[in-house]
């Protein structure tokens, strides 16, 4: 978590610094500040937005062509002035901006008082640059050596920009589990923590690696060595994103206008794939790798968050199509648990970032272990993408509301693919169905429209929950995780507390909370669970619960029970929560509005969770 931006050439830093930060904001957003170089360093830095910062420093002098920037996700010290980046050594010469965690901060932190340094933020981060500053002007040090003999007694997490205000010719900087990515421009450098703030300016960059120093130069040089001292030829790749992509155009908010994006971003993330006319039905991420896949064992999905729902929708689609057993772990518990995983398990990672700490080290652990790792990622040239030996990614392009949709649904339409793929193959699906399947398929984005409609009815009734306290979300089979996900949905936004729950699993304990004041949203289509969905509906009005159900179209069975219901098109089962979960975003989506909650900027939410 944790954005930051640099920049050094011969154009004004502080415009380039601020919309980077902007674009960064949902990687946190608890403060933000920056440092700027012209004949002296001046730093700014203010609790709060960006936007708060930017009012800060009206008048000021905002004059430079080098400059660090950083919008926060508070670990070490609570989110205020003080605590906010960038941090300066004692003597005020060296500036750093860091997104991570420095683990061993306290020992540093005692060693460094006990040499007189005194610290004015509770941060890790001021740990950092005071270390850096006395290693150099112990022996003289040039910057980029002090900071490899720091990080060689740093334990943590880091993505790190320094700025010397002795020599603002250049700009160093490193990392360690944490992405940093180097523009070049001519004669210009920027760094970021991932390249939507390079947007605009270049499509050159380099994915720095872990362990790896960067110095940048005004007059247009850069080297990249390990932190080994081991120089490195640079990789540099073309940058596939457009503007329009990142900013909001006519919606109100980027959630919005990413729930809206699905019909186009599930289309993207079939294209190429799937042509049902032909009956063909391609993953080139499996067959790279084809072997290993068929024969595996078993699958293991590791993700976070609303990824690891993806993943549980994967199980049910793995197991049901492809007839492969499929284990799905939360990867904060996978890493830490000494989990049995072999040389013939396949482990694939659910992120929309590619960045999620936790998720990067459960990977890093089977690799160890010898299983082939495989990739459903949606952030191109992301960490985990790098690591993986193959994967498919999702093409949503780039995903800004920190409450994540159109990722979840390009995740759950790739692990689909998949699951069609290999069960095809392995001859689990019949010829017929698989055409069926193909044809089904390629309706999807336009059946993804379909379901939009309901906008306009949710919005209304979403009047009626504002002062609601708790929500319980059923389904059954596919359905199920995406209840999770719509409760998922609806606490992250508008802070009301919601269960998901599988319908049956209601009667033994969530059953006791429901009385005239409890919303219950059912997901009820009209496919293999259809009566016992209907039974469980019944059950919960029958203790008064209020039923919110999403029905298939022309359904008139659970209309006639439930309190209000939503229509969204019929599909083959197994593409149910692509359809399914459309009605749960829309529907947090307006409750937290008409809470008058931040719905693109939650609190204590962040979108890429680097830290573990
Ligand atoms: C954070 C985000 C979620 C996301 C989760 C996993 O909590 O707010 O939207 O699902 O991280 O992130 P990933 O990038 O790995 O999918």
């Not at 112990?138 to 900071?147: F, G, I, M, T």
């Not at 080297?223 to 001292?229: A, G, L």
């Not at 540099?236 to 109100?252: A, F, H, S, T």
């Amino acid at each position: 978590m944790c954005g930051i931006v640099a920049y050094i050439g011969k154009k004004e830093a502080y415009p380039i610094i601020i919309k980077g930060l902007k674009r960064l904001e949902y990687r946190g957003y608890d403060s933000a500040g920056v440092a700027l170089f012209n004949e002296d360093l001046r730093v700014y830095k203010k609790k709060g937005k960006v936007n708060d910062l930017v009012s800060f420093v009206k008048g000021k002098n905002l004059e430079g062509h080098v400059g660090i920037g950083h919008t926060r996700w508070a670990t070490h010290g609570e989110p205020n002035d003080i605590n906010a980046h960038p941090h300066t050594s004692d003597d005020g010469r060296l500036t750093i901006i860091h997104n991570g965690i420095i683990e061993n901060y306290a020992t540093l932190k005692e060693a460094l008082i006990k040499e007189g340094h005194t610290f004015t933020s509770d941060t890790d981060t001021e740990v950092l640059i005071h270390l850096i500053g006395t290693l150099q002007d112990k022996d003289n040090l040039k910057l980029e050596e002090a900071v490899r003999i720091a990080l060689s007694q740093v334990v943590g997490a880091y993505a790190i920009v320094i700025l010397d205000k002795d020599d603002p010719t250049k700009l160093v900087a490193a990392r360690k589990a944490s992405p940093l990515v180097l523009g070049i421009g001519q004669n210009e450098f920027f760094l970021a923590s991932d390249a939507t703030p390079l947007v605009g300016y270049t499509s050159q960059v380099v994915y720095l690696n872990d362990e790896e120093i960067a110095v940048v130069s005004n007059d247009g040089t850069f080297e990249i060595k390990t932190f080994d001292n081991e120089i490195q030829t640079p990789y540099v790749q073309r940058l596939n994103m457009n503007i329009e992509k990142l900013e909001k155009g006519d919606y109100e908010h980027f959630m919005l206008k990413e729930i809206y994006e699905q019909p186009n971003t599930i289309a993207d993330c079939m294209r190429g794939r799937v042509n049902a006319a032909a009956g063909w039905l391609k993953m080139g991420g499996i067959e790279v790798q084809e072997e290993r896949i068929f024969n595996a064992k078993r699958f293991i999905m590791a993700a976070c968050g609303t990824s690891w729902h993806a993943a549980l929708i994967g199980e049910y689609l793995f197991e049901e199509l492809a007839r492969i057993p499929v284990e799905v772990e939360y990867a904060s518990e996978l890493r830490y648990r000494n989990p049995i995983i072999n040389k013939d398990d396949v482990v694939i990672a659910l992120s929309q970032s590619g960045e999620t700490a936790d998720t990067m080290a459960a990977l890093e652990l089977a690799k160890e272990k010898g299983a082939l790792i495989y990739g459903i990622v949606n952030s191109v040239g992301s960490s985990i993408s790098r690591i993986t030996d193959s994967g498919s990614y999702i093409h949503a392009g780039p995903e800004i509301g920190v409450a994540s949709t159109k990722a979840f649904t390009g995740q759950v339409t790739a692990l689909t693919l998949m699951a069609i793929y290999m069960g095809y193959k392995r001859g689990t699906i019949p010829k017929s169905y698989y055409h069926q399947l193909l044809e089904g398929l390629e309706k999807i984005p336009a059946k993804v429209k379909e379901a939009l409609e309901c906008d306009n009815q949710i919005k209304k009734l979403a009047t009626k929950f504002i002062n609601t306290n708790h929500t319980l979300y059923l389904g059954r089979g596919y359905n199920f995780p995406v209840a999770l996900e719509g409760a998922l949905k609806l606490k992250e936004i508008s802070y009301i507390h919601a269960e998901g729950y599988p319908a049956a699993e209601m009667k033994h304990g969530p059953i006791a909370l429901i009385d005239e004041n409890m919303p219950v949203v059912v997901i009820a289509t009209n496919k293999s669970a259809y009566e016992k969905i209907a039974s469980n509906i019944q059950e919960v009005k029958a203790r008064k619960g209020i039923v919110i159900a999403i029905v298939t179209k022309g359904d008139t069975e659970i209309s006639k029970i439930a309190d209000y219901t939503i229509e969204i098109p019929d599909t083959e089962e197994p593409f149910t929560p692509l359809l399914s979960v459309i009605p749960l975003q829309l529907l947090s989506y307006h409750i937290a509005l008409a809470r008058g909650c931040n719905v693109d900027q939650p609190r204590n939410l962040a979108k890429s969770v680097t830290v573990e």
